[in-house]
């Protein structure tokens, strides 16, 4: 430790003589710097050649992701960045000659992989990946198949590149014999670049503004994170993050539980609102269809005259259809809807509740209609381990999960059991349900329309996405059909085909359910569970089709439609439902109030008779038009604007003037939203809170019995 400081102490002498040189002829030390600096680097070029590749990864993944050149040369990024890599970059001189290569081979790979990942991530879920999905990791094995074909790209493995330059030019040196050996100022470098780490540090952190500190610490909009903080600064909050709901108790419950009760102290224990909805299905039973990656843009979309959802389409004419709906799903996709969808709260900043916060008190949808006399279950034909859903079902009150083991596999297409027969067979044991005389509340997750969209056990879907148009043959005059290519052999085209297999099976259940006498006394419901994940390429092809090149229109061509941010986000609107004999006869209607997942609780408990202090969404019917629906990456949407937090930017949906003031107080609601309801999540609030109540009842009945 003397020695450390003894050469601290030589190089602070050094640092004060150079400066005071500097003064006195300036040219000659800056010629002399230069010599310096050029020395340093040939001296210990394998570290620079780490530093340099390393940090231009970063680059080129803010660059190939958020797509915003000005952020690719935004400073706050590139010096937090650049003060982690020279952390990392600085043991190299403290450890034995023989394995410093190694050393810096091994930081190299594993930075380089955080790249690849994150961009491979961002391709999927435009977002940046988590610490805590780790312990989601096993379910990406069950679609590994959705990895290889929709996600990974050439593009995601250019960032390998710099362990290979690494080697390269270690090997260059050791063939030339120009590997330095290590002698008695390693020390003194490995202080330099930690010096180097902190200077960089400063600069970001000196010119922090209170709105990125905030987002730093609460970590929800990942996008902006990476933007002014950089991926492995993120990473390294993330991982702090990631390890909070086992520290909860040590850290942050006071202030989370003042903003649980802040935002929660006006809220009624019981509904104080009536509507025309108010009580109208009221002890009947719910069928709840969990339609897999279903969008709401396939709903009277049409090739050659043939419907891709034809099913879907005569459902919604009977229905009460919700048109302007979105999901609110974050990493946990099809978890995370069902967690929305039945307790009205948002997923999590970090992980995904269904497996990190499994073991949370939770007012769910299934909880409340146990206790008005409902028997309550889920029928989904995968793993009951997947999503943590045979844990996590019971957490929400559901009475039982049919999984895999309750199914015959007699029929495979994609992930698993095909839809047609797992409704089959889910109607065999949805009558012996509805046989015991009591109301019922069953959740059926659909599985064949899942990411990749493609079956290898055979084509099971041979619905056409070529266009076909009849033309007269100028050569004989007659007429004759013309085929183009247009959406197939991509994504999107795979897509349709898969949507057009899901609706056939829903047909069928439809049908089914009908002939069985199942829909008597029995609302259905059916929502979307997320979008597809589709490029935004396959969407410009599809709108702006070139069939005289198989291309796309020109830009400046007047039918171009440009799908930018804001479309791409609108396009991943979702279908939401309600159809029963009432709907049918008197109450269809389409509804296009901008609505969330977060607002189906409350509008069927309004319905249904059951009500959630503690959730976030409004019934629609009440709040009418004036709604808003919050993103967990701090995007929102009502009926006049589409925000997006990362580009601090809005798309105006209406011909209306938009004041700041708007924009300001409903990105004031969205944050405060989320944060009250991952401290709820994380901590245990409403556990909490309903302990306190209950302890204060008692206390105020022990005194009542004492007087």
């Not at 390393?54 to 690719?72: C, G, P």
């Not at 780790?134 to 995601?156: F, H, K």
């Not at 005389?437 to 493609?454: A, D, K, R, V």
């Not at 009440?622 to 580009?647: C, E, L, M």
Request: glycine letters at 4%.
């Amino acid at each position: 430790m003397k020695k450390v400081q003894k050469q601290v102490k030589e190089f602070q002498k050094q640092l004060i003589k150079f400066f005071k040189d500097f003064k006195k002829n300036p040219k000659k030390q800056f010629t002399t710097l230069i010599t310096w600096m050029k020395e340093i680097v040939k001296n210990n070029l394998l570290f620079f050649v780490f530093v340099i590749s390393v940090l231009f990864n970063t680059v080129l993944l803010r660059y190939f992701t958020i797509h915003m050149v000005e952020n690719v040369f935004f400073y706050k990024p590139f010096f937090a960045d650049l003060a982690v890599i020279l952390v990392v970059g600085a043991f190299s001189f403290l450890v034995k000659e023989k394995h410093q290569f190694a050393y810096l081979l091994v930081s190299s790979i594993i930075l380089s992989l955080i790249c690849v990942i994150n961009s491979c991530y961002y391709t999927f879920y435009t977002s940046f990946s988590s610490i805590s999905l780790l312990a989601t990791s096993r379910y990406v094995v069950a679609v590994g198949d959705a990895i290889v074909e929709n996600v990974l790209r050439i593009q995601d493995l250019l960032y390998l590149w710099s362990p290979i330059a690494l080697i390269y030019v270690y090997y260059k040196l050791k063939k030339k014999k120009k590997l330095k050996r290590r002698n008695i100022r390693d020390q003194r470098k490995f202080l330099a670049v930690l010096g180097g780490a902190i200077v960089s540090a400063a600069i970001v952190i000196l010119t922090l503004t209170t709105l990125e500190i905030g987002r730093f610490a609460k970590q929800w909009n990942r996008e902006y994170i990476v933007m002014r903080f950089g991926i492995y600064t993120y990473h390294l909050n993330d991982l702090v993050k990631s390890i909070e709901p086992q520290i909860t108790t040590l850290f942050g419950y006071d202030e989370a539980m003042k903003r649980f009760q802040d935002y929660y102290q006006d809220v009624p224990e019981e509904q104080d609102w009536k509507n025309r909805y108010t009580g109208i299905f009221e002890g009947k039973n719910i069928i709840s269809i969990h339609a897999e990656s279903m969008q709401n843009f396939l709903i009277g979309l049409k090739f050659n005259g043939e419907e891709v959802t034809p099913n879907l389409n005569k459902l919604v004419k009977k229905s009460i259809y919700f048109s302007n709906f979105y999901s609110q799903v974050s990493v946990g996709t099809s978890s995370d809807s069902e967690f929305t969808l039945n307790t009205s709260l948002m997923p999590t900043n970090n992980g995904t509740a269904f497996v990190s916060y499994f073991n949370r008190e939770y007012v769910a949808i299934p909880k409340l209609l146990k206790e008005k006399g409902y028997y309550t279950f889920a029928m989904h034909a995968n793993n009951g381990s997947f999503w943590n859903r045979d844990v996590m079902h019971k957490s929400l009150g559901y009475d039982r999960l049919y999984s895999k083991s309750d199914y015959t596999i007699d029929e495979v297409v994609g992930l698993g059991l095909s839809d047609k027969s797992f409704f089959r067979q889910s109607v065999d044991y949805l009558k012996e349900i509805a046989g015991r005389g009591e109301p019922y509340y069953g959740t059926f997750i659909m599985l064949s329309n899942h990411t990749p969209f493609s079956d290898k056990n055979g084509d099971y879907s041979d619905f056409d996405v070529t266009l076909k148009e009849t033309v007269v043959n100028p050569e004989t005059g007659r007429e004759e059909e013309v085929t183009y290519p247009y959406m197939e052999g991509t994504k999107l085209g795979k897509y349709f085909k898969s949507a057009h297999y899901a609706d056939e099976a829903l047909g069928e259940f439809l049908a089914a359910l009908e002939e069985n006498d199942l829909m008597k006394n029995t609302v259905l419901i059916l929502y979307g569970d997320h979008d597809g994940r589709l490029p935004k390429a396959d969407y410009t092809r599809l709108y702006n089709y070139d069939k005289e090149t198989d291309g796309v229109l020109d830009k400046d061509d007047p039918a171009y439609i440009n799908i930018d941010t804001y479309q791409y986000d609108i396009l991943r609107k979702v279908p939401f439902l309600i159809y029963s004999d009432e709907t049918e006869s008197k109450l269809h209607k389409e509804v296009d109030t901008v609505m969330g997942m977060y607002d189906v609780m409350p509008t069927l408990g309004n319905m249904f008779g059951f009500y959630n202090k503690y959730q976030l969404g409004k019934d629609i019917f009440q709040v009418k038009d004036d709604n808003i629906v919050v993103f967990p990456n701090g995007n929102w949407v009502t009926n006049k604007v589409f925000y997006n937090a990362q580009k601090a930017a809005y798309l105006t949906l209406k011909d209306s003037e938009i004041k700041e003031e708007y924009i300001s107080e409903c990105s004031d609601y969205a944050e405060k939203l989320l944060n009250v309801s991952n401290s709820l999540i994380v901590f245990d609030l409403i556990k909490k809170e309903e302990e306190q109540k209950m302890n204060s009842d008692d206390y105020i009945e022990e005194r009542v019995i004492n007087e």
